[in-house]
């Protein structure tokens, strides 16, 4: 009875071993290797170890075992996630398969690709846009604005041109334009204030610059009227710089010989008063061009009377020019 009884348990031992090693063998390498520690160094109870090799013996899920020795060893264990559909022979040939290579080495290989080169481009883009354009521009429009200064006006436009293929800069078309006005470039000055008013919404200082240059410069007030009204006035509508210059350009036109002009240049002022005059800080402004009308139409009782409104306290609000021709004309009816 006793013989039977030892080959019963070595029969159990032997199916046993078998059993494990088998179901062992379906597991991941990193598993098998963290569970073959665990029995060498021996340094958990009989229990502990009886429970993870139970474990094996009822062939629980590899993420399951995987957990259990993580926490028993204090260690990290990835176990893919197609290796609970294959034991570890098949995962082995599975490995070796078109369909893992794509999935795990081809794909997030070109994935990976894909972001470092659009990490790259971004890089690039960045760089170009906010370093290299705007020095290569800046030198650029630098050396033109010194041609200028040195008579070479065709270089200086070439030079323009070069940093506009960089990066445009509005203050560069202002400093151009004024420079070439300064050289009586005045074509090239044009070319300027187009270039401003197409490129920047009809920005309203251009069209003030380009119609006083018109007007003061070169006394062709038709051009200055009709910059004034269809480039400034169509698109900043009842502005008063802008009806500002109207009126002064009507009364230097006016002054030219064209005297029919003078009531449009009134007209001009008296809606200035209508639409600003209650705030304070423009009536005088306003009030003093409408005596520059009344000097220039040599009407002596309306002069004095703005004179009166005027003096004293009042002179500094009068502008420069508007206060040297009052001046002027008080001189001229005394004296002259």
Known sequence: NNCYRV?????????????????????PLNVRIALEDIVVKNELTDDALFEVLEMVLRKVPARQLASKLEKMMDIQLDVPRDFEMRTASEYEAYKQSVEYKLKNQIIPGAILSTLAAILVFCIFV???????????ANNFYKEGYALIQKDEYKLSEES????????????????????YREHKQYERARMMYRNLLARYNHDKKAGLDWAKMESN????????????????????????????????????????????????????????????????????????????????????????????????????????????????????????
């Open 7 to 27: 080959n019963d348990e070595l029969k159990r031992r032997v199916v046993f071993k078998v059993i494990f090693q088998k179901n062992l063998a379906e597991y």
């Open 217 to 336: 410069d070169l006394m062709n007030y038709p051009d200055a009227e009709r910059i004034l009204k269809r480039e400034v006035l169509d698109y900043h509508i009842n502005d008063p710089d802008a009806i500002l210059a109207l009126g002064d350009n009507y009364l230097d036109w006016a002054d030219s010989g064209q005297t029919d002009k003078y009531p449009l240049a009134k007209e001009q002022y008296d809606l200035l008063m209508q639409l600003y005059g209650n705030k304070s800080s423009l009536y005088d402004k306003f009030a003093g061009r409408q005596m520059r009308y009344y000097i220039r139409t040599d009407n002596l009782a309306q002069v004095l009377n703005f004179k009166q409104y005027f003096y004293p306290k009042k002179l500094k609000n009068l502008e420069p020019g508007d206060l040297t021709e009052l001046s002027g004309y008080l001189l001229d009816k005394r004296y002259g």
């Open 126 to 136: 960045v760089v170009k846009t906010f370093i290299y354009d705007p020095i290569m």
């Open 160 to 179: 323009f041109n070069k940093a506009l293929t960089y990066k445009q800069v509005k203050k560069w078309f202002y400093r151009y334009a004024e420079s």
